[in-house]
């Protein structure tokens, strides 16, 4: 028993070194040494290196030959694929979004709640609003974007209080005050959609709306996005917000959304 115990314990701790090494190039570095890759993980080198070479024969990762630096492999892909296909918001947002990029020439992202933040699962860029990379699978604060603010409606006040403890600051247009944000999520569920303008990133900005399932819960949100000027909230506040909604709801619908409940109109629209 106590052998047995022991080898479950060892081989629990293989794992989540091995977890720990992959986990080391979710930082946003595309290329890592051994060292790099032993500090992240908090392991030894020694470790490290063992378990880059066993990930490496797996092609969980790849070592390029002429630097020795190690990047992601073709299998960590592969299980990515699947994994966001299986996503039933993903399988149903993903053409909507797609046509509605080429459409407005305007980014169109989906994104989901995965604990205190958002989880990219649909990215689309239009030729106004490039990107050198994609969002899917990346995570984004819930306060400082549009999709968190819509997600966060599904949660009331005291518990986006203990989910979101403290309000980080990232630029100097971040609502970094409950109070403020508490005002704000009850605009957005009156008016059925969200915006956020250079609230995580200078130059940027977005309009968006909440999605549902069977359940009339929020379960995910759609983003129209883009640089400052070209969004223009100023003056295309009106027109992306009605896009955004209609694709949204589109997607509700096919997620099995039954619309609003006239019983049930106020707590809809609160996301509860």
């Known amino acids: 028993m106590g052998t047995d115990k022991r080898m479950r314990s060892d081989s629990n701790q293989s794992v989540e070194r091995a977890a720990a090494v992959l986990g080391a190039f979710t930082t946003g570095l595309e290329l890592l040494r051994v060292a790099d890759v032993a500090a992240l993980a908090g392991i030894g080198q020694s470790t490290a290196s063992r378990l880059l070479a066993t990930l490496e024969q797996l092609e969980y990762v790849e070592r390029d030959a002429q ?13 990515g694929g699947i994994a966001v296909n299986h996503l039933a918001v993903h399988r149903e ?36 609003a490039p990107r050198s990379y994609t969002l899917v699978g990346q995570r984004n604060p819930l306060h400082a974007t549009g999709i968190g603010k819509c997600l966060l409606l599904g949660l009331d006040a005291p518990e986006r209080r203990k989910l979101l403890p403290e309000l980080e600051q990232f630029t100097p247009a971040t609502i970094a005050d409950h109070d403020r944000l508490d005002a704000e999520l009850a605009a957005i569920g009156s008016n059925g959609y969200a915006t956020e303008r250079e609230e995580l990133a200078l130059a940027r900005s977005c309009v968006a709306a909440p999605i549902r399932d069977r359940t009339r819960q929020i379960v995910a949100a759609l ?49 509860r």
């Open 67 to 79: 630097t020795g630096l190690y990047g992601l492999g073709p299998a960590v892909v592969t299980l």
């Open 93 to 128: 947002a993903r053409q909507r979004a797609q046509d509605l990029a080429h459409t407005l020439g305007l980014g169109v992202n989906v994104a989901i709640r995965s604990g205190n933040s958002i989880f990219y699962v649909c990215n689309f860029e239009g030729v106004n």
């Open 223 to 271: 983003s129209i996005s883009g640089p400052l000027s070209t969004i223009d909230l100023d003056h295309r506040e009106k027109e992306l917000s009605k896009i955004a909604i209609e694709a949204a709801d589109s997607i509700s619908v096919g997620l099995g959304y039954p619309g609003p409940a006239h019983a049930a109109y106020g707590s809809v629209m609160n996301g």
